[in-house]
């Protein structure tokens, strides 16, 4: 159980589109999602923890116009890269928080997206 | 704040021996949550092992242990009988058990390479 996946593994898009990102608990419900970014060979950094029905809450220095997180379900967490630059070329990963044998304080996670962005 | 330190950047071990990741952390609260987690080359984050700071028993999974010494506020990650699929980037992350303070604090990882 607690199976996350994340949809698509791989984008590239023209500067200034917008992208949209899926994650999704394929097995358990999620009432709260996280949203990481991670730069070659480095630790992930939280961009913003998204709970079911309410606002993300977004960590300092990230941008909530350019980063859209909808969590409209217990098995959803959507972002949105608008009007993306290339500076914004990285490995996305979200998690969930939930999962079976009460493991509700353990963070599972997806797979990953790698965003380049041309 | 919390903060969590991996000071072994890279780390080599032989295949079938053991090895050990070190991690210490820090924090005033007095429980809380201790995770390993392995990226391997496919970048999906694997959840090795889980430790809950008021349990004093060390957390094990199979190959998996933790060292968990609350005093010293230090999490160890051994791995015995050392596999190849084993090698990844390995990150310690603290997890307080206050309500709506759920986010992972990771270490910045360290490397590890099996060699055959």
Same mark, same amino acid.
């Given at each position: 159980?607690?199976?996350?996946?994340?949809?698509?593994?791989?984008?590239?898009?023209?500067?200034?589109?917008?992208?949209?990102?899926?994650?999704?608990?394929?097995?358990?419900?999620?009432?709260?999602?996280?949203?990481?970014?991670?730069?070659?060979?480095?630790?992930?950094?939280?961009?913003?923890?998204?709970?079911?029905?309410?606002?993300?809450?977004?960590?300092?220095?990230? %941008?909530?116009?350019? $980063?859209? *997180?909808?969590? #409209?379900?217990?098995?959803? =967490?959507?972002?949105?890269? /608008?009007?993306?630059?290339? %500076?914004?070329?990285? $490995?996305? *990963?979200?998690? #969930?928080?939930?999962?079976? =044998?009460?493991?509700?304080? /353990?963070?599972?996670?997806?797979?990953?997206?790698?965003?380049?962005?041309? | 704040?919390?903060?969590?330190?991996?000071?072994?950047?890279?780390?080599?071990?032989?295949?079938?021996?053991?090895?050990?990741?070190?991690?210490?952390?820090?924090?005033?609260?007095?429980?809380?949550?201790?995770?390993?987690?392995?990226?391997?080359?496919?970048?999906?984050?694997?959840?090795?092992?889980?430790?809950?700071?008021?349990?004093?028993?060390?957390?094990?999974?199979?190959?998996?242990?933790?060292?968990?010494?609350?005093?010293?506020?230090?999490?160890?990650?051994?791995?015995?009988?050392?596999?190849?699929?084993?090698?990844?980037?390995?990150?310690?992350?603290?997890?307080?058990?206050?309500?709506?303070?759920?986010?992972?604090?990771?270490?910045?990882?360290?490397?590890?390479?099996?060699?055959?």
């Amino acid at each position: 159980g607690a199976v996350v996946s994340q949809h698509p593994s791989r984008v590239i898009c023209k500067s200034g589109t917008s992208v949209k990102i899926e994650c999704r608990s394929l097995d358990f419900q999620a009432t709260t999602m996280f949203w990481y970014r991670q730069f070659p060979k480095k630790s992930l950094m939280l961009m913003a923890t998204s709970n079911e029905g309410s606002k993300a809450t977004y960590e300092q220095g990230v %941008e909530k116009d350019k $980063f859209l *997180i909808n969590h #409209a379900s217990l098995t959803l =967490s959507t972002l949105t890269v /608008t009007s993306a630059h290339p %500076e914004d070329s990285s $490995f996305y *990963i979200c998690s #969930a928080r939930g999962g079976n =044998s009460g493991r509700a304080d /353990t963070q599972y996670f997806g797979p990953g997206t790698r965003l380049t962005v041309l | 704040a919390q903060t969590v330190t991996q000071s072994q950047p890279e780390m080599s071990v032989q295949e079938a021996e053991t090895v050990t990741l070190s991690c210490t952390y820090d924090t005033s609260e007095s429980d809380y949550y201790l995770f390993w987690y392995k990226q391997p080359p496919s970048r999906q984050m694997i959840l090795v092992i889980r430790q809950e700071a008021y349990k004093q028993q060390n957390a094990t999974e199979n190959r998996f242990s933790v060292n968990f010494q609350k005093a010293a506020k230090s999490f160890s990650l051994k791995i015995s009988d050392s596999q190849l699929g084993d090698a990844a980037m390995y990150f310690c992350a603290y997890r307080s058990t206050n309500f709506g303070n759920e986010k992972l604090t990771f270490g910045t990882g360290t490397r590890l390479t099996i060699i055959p």
